[in-house]
């Protein structure tokens, strides 16, 4: 008997599973499926009342994958899935026609309650296809989510609209845990960058494009280096930055999501590589590491990373925006980092698995050629003379920021630095990609350094020297005027000079 177009019926755990499930799994087998189980508890979590099914759904991803494995199967794989889409409203089948079918436009109510949908693909095991989910909330502005963007769902011609950020299931056939983390992470880069969102299987094929010790289909895992070879293959670069005890690991993640690129973490799970896409974090009010690398210069350089407390992850192992604690290790363990990762992963023992930091990889325009950690040497240039003579210096706090030009200036203009100022700066041409380093005193902005992040550190980046605060700019004068120049590069205290004057 053919299955009608679409039912509508209430969001609950067992009409969840079923609707999830494909004909390949057992009640059972859905039951224990940890994706499937993250997911209702997730929507459960965000509010999901409704649900309505397209019981016939083409989707050009699991498309690829079918064209490209399954279609030359012995076993009949079905081309077509299943779409759940969710609300936060309650409805039945005669309150869902009258939103699609009137001529009239979908009510407020009904449009503004669209959850986001859930791609379920016909498939024995990685039936979580495309995932496209609202986020929890922002929790006053603790919780944050700059890699989203609005995706639209076309429902019976009701266009129906979400910002997220999309993620699917490990299909161990197609796709290793890397390729789905780029995967995730493409999605954005496509908006940001008008790059192309490949596929898994063709990201799979890029990244084994070149010398391989297997086939690439099935796949099994990628390295740093096949990761690195998909992302030129999408027509940017990989940003790789390896885990070690010299590397601010939080405030760098935080750094690269301000322009809202989603950084790809590569995490040792109890000796076993995996990789998650970054796409959100939570800010503290206060700090909740006392350090986040075994660096000690002096002065200290207080990031604005010892405040992070949780990232918002999405793990193929586990669902979207999987929420990790960000934790600080004891300084009588080897000091490999400073801080570790606790999620959902069990460990041998039963308890939560230690997730060990491994290396960043951010896919980045071709052209932004300044690193995060290329800005450290010269913040810490300038942080070193404001110590001097800076009062409630330990209230300092840093903030990094990837940004483009036009949200930078944007910021200029509506901020509160003298009327001149804001004029040559918004009249400036400026490269398309800059870094901002702004050093804040209890919580509000006093200076800003601008560097070219085009440029390259053996040059002079920094473009610019804002002064939000007039005290603190006398205070560099004086610093400047008494002798500084063993503390600084020849060329960073000259422009110092003419800004500060």
Known sequence: MEAPPYEVMPFNQ????????????????????EGADYLQRYLSEIGAK????????????????????????????????????????????????????NRSAASEEFLHSYLGFIVARPLPSAII????????????????????KQYSAHLFGCELTVNSLAFQEQDTVLAACATVALWSAFQKTSALFETSASTPAQITRAATSAVYSSRPLPSRALRLEQMARAVRAVGLEPEVTSAGPHVPIMSLIYGYLQLGVPVVLILDVEGDGHAVTVAGYSLNETPALTRE??????????????????????????????????????????????????????GASGNAACLEPRAIIVPVYHKIRLTFMDLQDWVNQFNTIAELEMKDFDKVEWFFALTDT?????????????????????????????WTATLAVAGEAAVQLVFDATGMTRSLPVLEVLYYKDDVRKTVSKVLASG??????????ELLREKTG
């Open 50 to 101: 409704t649900m309505v099914v397209e019981n016939d759904y083409t989707d050009a991803d699991y498309l690829d994958d079918f064209a490209n494995y399954y279609v030359k199967s012995y076993v009949r794989y079905e081309r077509h899935c299943r779409r759940l889409h969710f609300f936060s409203i309650a409805f039945d089948e005669k309150g869902f026609l009258s939103e699609i079918v």
């Open 129 to 148: 296809g495309r995932t496209v989910i609202q986020t929890y909330d922002s929790d006053g502005t603790r919780r944050n989510y700059p890699t989203t």
């Open 14 to 33: 067992d009409k969840f599973l079923d609707a999830v499930r494909s004909s390949f799994m057992t009640r059972a087998q859905v039951e224990s499926h």
């Open 406 to 434: 036009n949200d930078f200036k944007v910021a200029v203009k509506l901020s509160s630095l003298p009327t001149a100022i804001r004029r040559n700066v918004l009249l400036r041409e400026l490269p398309r990609f800059v």
């Open 484 to 493: 500084a120049e063993q503390l600084l590069d020849e060329r960073f205290l």
């Open 293 to 346: 690398d075994w660096v000690d210069p002096t002065p200290p350089l207080r990031r604005v990373g010892l405040r992070m407390d949780e990232l918002y992850v999405h793990d193929d192992g586990v669902g979207p925006f999987a929420r990790i604690k960000v934790l600080e290790r004891p300084e009588k363990v080897a000091k490999k980092f400073a801080v570790y990762f606790e999620g959902d992963w069990k």
